[in-house]
């Protein structure tokens, strides 16, 4: 099995994986591959076209997922995906959101793989990225792993190669997002089998993966492991990903160096404009378990200081963590 580039990836995760976190994640790996919070054909065709795409060169590779279902619509966010120059773009046919499901795209899609697979041809048709989709393994009360192996291979069929595969159910009524990654079992067999059944295809696995070790066996059956909350709760997991799934030397990195790249970045945006609780809010968990830690999270959540841009937040969030923690 050759290795994925998606060996190791961070979940598109809606409020959280925008630019700022991206970059802070990317100071940890260099070759974790990031993707995009989703971002909707409406909101691309008729809104800030910009604030949706603008990203830091350091992000890649990165990549757009898009929210849609209008075969003409993606083709034009993924022509803009590509002129902006994200690496990928993925169609969201996992989120099961009741906003998501009335806009007819998300999980709700895996009922119509026909037209996700219109969808993908509209989209590979323009572009010369990857396309790429991310779906459950089935929907409501279907329970059948041939409900999945036939929505791949019609969308195979398509033309797309990369599959990222969240190994449970989405129950479309009844259940809240959160339930909906917590309730529903995890099957990861179905996504093994998956990858028995199609082996041409690249096969990733996501959800309720929390470890080095979990990754590893999954990675014994698929092509790459998708890190979800873990990955933004515990930040500093990141750090080990280079040297553990790809092959790079060890790294001396800690998280005063991560710090002290992130406070610098923060000062170039917010002399751009931007705003400071913007930057800090995805670095809450960078000394999760660490002794100090709660006063670290505490001051950098200090909204009258990062209203004013108040850069010494860091130096004196710092004044925490007692020595040994600050590796």
């Known amino acids: 099995m050759n290795a994925s580039p998606r060996r190791i990836s961070v979940a598109p995760m809606m409020d959280w994986t925008d630019r700022h976190c991206r970059y802070f994640h990317r100071l940890m790996s260099k070759h974790t591959w990031l993707y995009t919070e989703m971002v909707t054909t409406g ?30 619509d993606l083709a034009r966010c993924a022509t803009l995906a590509e002129q902006w ?30 037209l996700v697979a219109d969808c993908v041809k509209a989209m590979r048709d323009v572009v010369a ?9 089935g ?7 041939g409900f999945v192996r036939d929505f791949v291979g019609t969308i195979a069929d398509a033309g797309c190669e990369v599959f990222i595969v969240h190994a449970r159910n989405a129950i479309l009524k ?27 295809l690249e096969i990733l696995i996501n959800g309720g993966v929390e470890t080095y070790e979990e990754a590893q066996t999954h990675l ?16 500093w997991l990141l750090a080990g990903i280079d040297e553990q799934f790809y092959g790079a030397a060890a790294s001396n990195l800690t998280r005063v160096d991560v710090e002290a790249q992130m406070a610098e970045y923060a000062e170039r945006q917010l ?10 809010r995805h670095m809450l968990g960078l000394y999760k378990g660490a002794a100090g830690a709660r006063g670290w999270r505490r001051t950098l959540s200090d909204n009258k200081r990062l209203a004013r841009g108040d850069l010494s937040v860091f130096d004196e969030a710092r004044e925490f963590l007692q020595a040994e923690a600050v590796v």
């Open 139 to 145: 929907i409501d009360d279907v329970s059948e792993y």
């Open 43 to 72: 909101a691309l065709l008729h809104g800030d076209v910009p604030r949706h795409l603008a990203f830091n060169e350091e992000e890649h590779p990165v990549a757009l997922q898009l929210g849609g279902s209008e075969p003409g």
């Open 129 to 137: 990225i990857p396309v790429t989709v991310k779906h459950r393994i």
């Open 271 to 280: 002399a751009a404009g931007g705003y400071l609780g913007a930057i800090t």
């Open 220 to 235: 014994e059956h698929v092509d790459g492991v998708m890190f979800g909350r873990q990955a933004y709760h515990n930040p």
């Open 85 to 114: 120059g994200y690496d990928e773009v993925n169609l969201n046919c996992g989120c099961p959101s009741e906003r998501v499901q009335r806009g007819a795209f998300g999980a709700c899609l895996m009922s119509e793989p026909t």
């Open 174 to 200: 009844g259940l809240s997002p959160k339930e909906n990654r917590e309730i529903p079992p995890l099957r990861y067999e179905f996504a093994y089998q998956l990858k028995r059944d199609f082996p041409a």
